[in-house]
């Protein structure tokens, strides 16, 4: 394969090639990133060196201090996510096939998803408390207003054309959701569910870092503090790992599931 053939617009490349250069791609930045923090004359309290990032790391996996942390993000990540999945996907399937249900959601829905949720997180916490379910709750408010108006517009993309021919063959309203539009939605509602997760972590770390004890933004909070750039620099390397773990196993999720539908 030439150079020119691989820079065509949309064309497929072998996926072993794929892989290199993402991997490529990020040992580069971690080259560049030794290379900046121990020869350009920054401080170590601005840019920590890979040395002394990897260094604290390995020593929280051997004291396992660092799967408590990992495992408690993760739980609230999934809890919330899972959360805004069960109350985003049928709002937003109902909301794109019914226009009367679309009155009713898309101001709520507009309205909220602009709100900015750290703005909401005092209130979420008289409400709630600050335990698990305050944690859990700002990232469900941070995913399912967005989530619901993205699957409706996933709904509202389908053509009119598949509807109006079930119809002809016979098929109720229930068969339709179930047979045609269900079908046609999910590789795409796989694809927002990834963009989701991301904004999950997102939201996550917000919440730990306000209003916690424990997990990852906790300890991100507290080296700032301290000033302890390094530590600072791990919880965002494991972070980063996390969030392209789970947006692998999305993608392959969506591979084995759709493997009609275009590859992402």
Same mark, same amino acid.
């Given at each position: 394969?030439?150079?020119?053939? *691989? %820079?065509?617009?949309?064309?497929?490349?072998?996926?072993?090639?794929?892989?290199?250069?993402?991997?490529?791609?990020?040992?580069?930045?971690?080259?560049?990133?030794?290379?900046?923090?121990?020869?350009?004359?920054?401080?170590?309290?601005?840019?920590?060196?890979?040395?002394?990032?990897?260094?604290?790391?390995?020593?929280?996996?051997?004291?396992?201090?660092?799967?408590?942390?990992?495992?408690?993000?993760?739980?609230?990540?999934?809890?919330? %996510?899972?959360?805004?999945?069960?109350?985003?996907?049928?709002?937003? *399937?109902?909301?794109?096939?019914?226009?009367?249900?679309?009155? /009713?959601?898309?101001?709520?829905?507009?309205?909220?998803?602009?709100?900015? &949720?750290?703005?909401?997180?005092?209130?979420?916490?008289?409400?709630?408390? &600050?335990?698990?379910?305050?944690?859990?709750?700002?990232?469900?408010?941070?995913?399912?207003?967005?989530?619901?108006?993205?699957?409706?517009?996933? /709904?509202?993309?389908?053509?009119?054309?598949?509807?109006?021919?079930?119809?002809? *063959?016979?098929?109720?309203?229930?068969? &339709?959701?179930?047979?045609?539009?269900?079908?046609?939605?999910?590789?795409?509602?796989?694809?927002?569910?990834?963009?989701?997760?991301?904004?999950?972590?997102?939201?996550?770390?917000?919440?730990?870092?306000?209003?916690?004890?424990?997990?990852?933004?906790?300890?991100?909070?507290?080296?700032?503090? %301290?000033?302890?750039?390094?530590?600072?620099?791990?919880?965002?390397?494991?972070?980063?790992?996390?969030?392209?773990? %789970?947006?692998?196993?999305?993608? *392959?999720?969506?591979?084995?599931?759709?493997?009609?539908?275009?590859?992402?």
């Amino acid at each position: 394969m030439n150079n020119r053939s *691989l %820079f065509r617009i949309r064309r497929d490349i072998h996926p072993r090639l794929f892989n290199s250069i993402m991997a490529i791609t990020f040992l580069l930045l971690i080259v560049l990133w030794y290379v900046g923090s121990n020869f350009s004359g920054i401080e170590p309290i601005f840019l920590p060196t890979p040395q002394a990032t990897f260094s604290y790391l390995f020593s929280t996996i051997q004291d396992g201090s660092i799967w408590q942390d990992i495992g408690i993000s993760c739980y609230r990540v999934l809890m919330g %996510f899972l959360i805004a999945v069960v109350i985003g996907v049928p709002l937003g *399937l109902l909301s794109g096939t019914y226009k009367v249900v679309n009155a /009713v959601m898309k101001p709520l829905i507009e309205f909220f998803r602009y709100l900015p &949720v750290s703005a909401l997180i005092p209130l979420i916490m008289v409400w709630t408390g &600050v335990g698990e379910t305050a944690k859990i709750t700002i990232i469900v408010i941070g995913a399912v207003f967005s989530m619901t108006a993205m699957i409706a517009d996933i /709904v509202k993309g389908i053509q009119i054309d598949l509807i109006n021919t079930a119809y002809t *063959l016979g098929a109720s309203q229930g068969q &339709v959701i179930g047979h045609v539009i269900i079908p046609a939605i999910m590789p795409n509602v796989m694809d927002t569910m990834r963009m989701v997760m991301g904004w999950a972590w997102t939201y996550l770390i917000m919440a730990e870092m306000l209003a916690s004890n424990s997990g990852l933004g906790y300890n991100i909070m507290i080296a700032e503090r %301290f000033m302890k750039t390094y530590i600072i620099f791990g919880g965002i390397f494991v972070i980063g790992l996390l969030g392209l773990l %789970f947006d692998r196993i999305f993608a *392959l999720i969506n591979k084995r599931l759709f493997h009609w539908a275009e590859d992402v």
